[in-house]
């Protein structure tokens, strides 16, 4: 069951205070504060728990911490080649076979601002010519359906290894699970499946958001920080 990141929060807060009592007690009972004599006691409790917390950092904090920044790195490395390669794919659909692709302008174009301003040349018409390429050429359909795929299942894969401290990426990646499954497989989108794994690549790849507009951060890099 996952913790709140505010108590979480608190807890830790309450741990390095305990800590610091404990130290205080520790010292004032070991026979080294000449103001206070020992007291085996209170010397045994402090130092027990002090290892306590020691072992609870080495063996539980320090490792899940280190678990979850690979878990970050690697799921955040897969969406950057995922943005990379749906250019591609979607190079390959606008030029269909005309000319070749400049190996370089994928990892340019993966670049928010600058996919929506080559999309958007000419009204839209880079956009509507790699929409038409899709709908002609299945193979590169395929391809395109893989990639997002893919990063469906490293989210998935991620999230079922993390204890979330709060709801809210935890929320986002079903829905963004979900709503891949549902452009996959749902009868609604297979008379026109193009339009919707469209409107599903503009959303990321642009940063648009039906319900905000136009976004200024990208909420898939967001919500993997926060994991």
């Given at each position: ?42 010397f045994n409790l402090s130092a027990s728990y002090i290892a306590s ?145 469209g409107n599903f690549v503009w959303e990321v790849l642009a940063l648009w958001s039906i319900i905000d507009g136009q976004r200024k951060d ?10």
């Amino acid at each position: 069951m996952s913790v709140p990141r505010l108590q979480v929060n608190w807890f830790l807060i309450g741990v390095i205070g305990l800590t610091l009592v404990a130290a205080f007690g520790l010292w004032q009972h070991s026979g080294l504060d000449p103001t206070r004599p020992a007291n085996p006691i209170v010397f045994n409790l402090s130092a027990s728990y002090i290892a306590s917390v020691i072992l609870w950092v080495l063996v539980v904090w320090l490792p899940e911490r280190r678990r979850r920044a690979i878990l970050r790195t690697n799921l955040r490395n897969h969406y950057k080649l995922f943005r990379e390669e749906v250019v591609h794919i979607l190079l390959r659909a606008a030029a269909d076979g005309s000319h070749a692709i400049d190996m370089e302008l994928p990892k340019k174009l993966a670049e928010p601002a600058s996919f929506r301003e080559y999309f958007s040349r000419n009204r839209n018409q880079n956009w509507y010519d790699a929409l038409n390429g899709l709908q002609g050429n299945p193979e590169v359909l395929r391809d395109l359906l893989l990639e997002i795929d893919l990063l469906s299942n490293e989210i998935a894969s991620a999230v079922a290894k993390v204890e979330f401290d709060d709801s809210e990426p935890l929320a986002f990646f079903k829905r963004l699970t979900h709503h891949v499954e549902r452009l996959k497989s749902a009868s609604v989108y297979s008379y026109d499946q193009v339009k919707y794994l469209g409107n599903f690549v503009w959303e990321v790849l642009a940063l648009w958001s039906i319900i905000d507009g136009q976004r200024k951060d990208d909420i898939v890099e967001s919500m993997i920080n926060r994991i």
